[in-house]
Nanobody
Framework: VQLQASGGGLVQAGDSLRISCAAS????????MGWFRQAPGKEREFVAA???????SVYHASVKGRFTISRDNDKNTFLQMNNLKPEDTALYFC??????????????????WGRGTQVTVSS
């Protein structure tokens, strides 16, 4: 399993940005894709997760209503981020785990991780 995150950048507060995660490797038929972020000096935290089917998703309270996680039919997962705030500045990681969304917020349940993409929001 290989995951590659892309699309990060420098934006101003209030702007929008979409980051992507491309998965490759064995055929994915189920499981969960998650987005996590880590700011300097802080622990990696959950942002959003979605089932491989795309039918169910879950969000951290701080991004609910501003961020949208989605998937396409070609192993890509997206995080649309609107109304960005300086506190959203972090290195964003995508991750994959088998199983259900029940433990989707728990970073320790994800065995596969991609390299991060930096999102910087200036005030």
């Amino acid at each position: 399993v290989q995951l590659q995150a892309s699309g990060g950048g420098l934006v101003q507060a209030g702007d929008s940005l979409r980051i992507s995660c491309a998965a490759s490797g064995p055929y994915f038929s189920s499981g969960v894709m998650g987005w996590f972020r880590q700011a300097p000096g802080k622990e990696r935290e959950f942002v959003a997760a979605i089932t491989w089917s795309g039918r169910s998703s879950v969000y951290h309270a701080s991004v609910k209503g501003r961020f949208t996680i989605s998937r396409d039919n070609d192993k890509n997962t997206f995080l649309q981020m609107n109304n960005l705030k300086p506190e959203d500045t972090a290195l964003y990681f995508c991750a994959y785990r088998e199983g259900t969304l029940n433990y989707g917020k728990d970073k320790d349940r994800y065995p596969w991780w991609g390299r991060g993409t930096q999102v910087t929001v200036s005030s």
